[in-house]
């Protein structure tokens, strides 16, 4: 049994260790805490953060699904598909089966077993988000992050009234859990405004 526990630690280790070299090929950097990192690196490495904080003891499963966020989406940005919302919900959707399909090859490879693999795509694609706590877990992780990283710069290239939308979305999709986690968050006034804006007009 130990050797068992062991030989499954190790090949978890080696799947994150592949999923990290994957987002450290996207050539596209942001400045993260004074240190010039790949775009979707510091995504999933936040969202895997917020994972831990708000479920310490999270399964190996939701782990790897944080670890795989975004995973190559710099292959297919967002540019590459049709405005409006129903071009975003094409992209996303294709995306999150892209992401699906590249994390069952690496975890494979690092020697995950089936069932495992199986377990992270579907959190991946966000079944039965409704009904699973660890894929609603992982909404709440991924929305944190937005808020965190993103809203700032979202909000200098968007007219104010769609900020305020999206936030009210991003709102509603989150649990109570992930809201008060965003409650206690320290954001820059700007995006901090923004949300409290969008809360009391909500």
Known sequence: MGLAIESEAEAIGRAVAALNAAHDEDPHRRLHQGVERPVERVWCDTVADWVMRLAPGASAALRLAAHSQHLERWQDPRSNWPEGRAGYLRWRKARQRAHADRAQQLLA?????????ERVQQLIRKEQL???????????????TFLELDLADFAARHDREDVLRILRKTWQ??????????????????????????????
Not at 130 to 144: K, N, Q, S, V
Not at 184 to 199: F, I, K, W, Y
């Open 109 to 117: 490879d690092a020697g995950c077993e089936h069932r495992l693999i």
């Open 173 to 202: 999709k989150m649990s109570p859990a992930g809201r008060n986690a965003a409650r206690g968050m320290t954001l820059p006034n700007v995006s901090a405004e923004l949300v409290a804006e969008a809360l009391a007009d909500g």
């Open 130 to 144: 409704a009904r699973d706590p660890e894929a609603a877990l992982l909404e709440d992780a991924a929305c944190l």
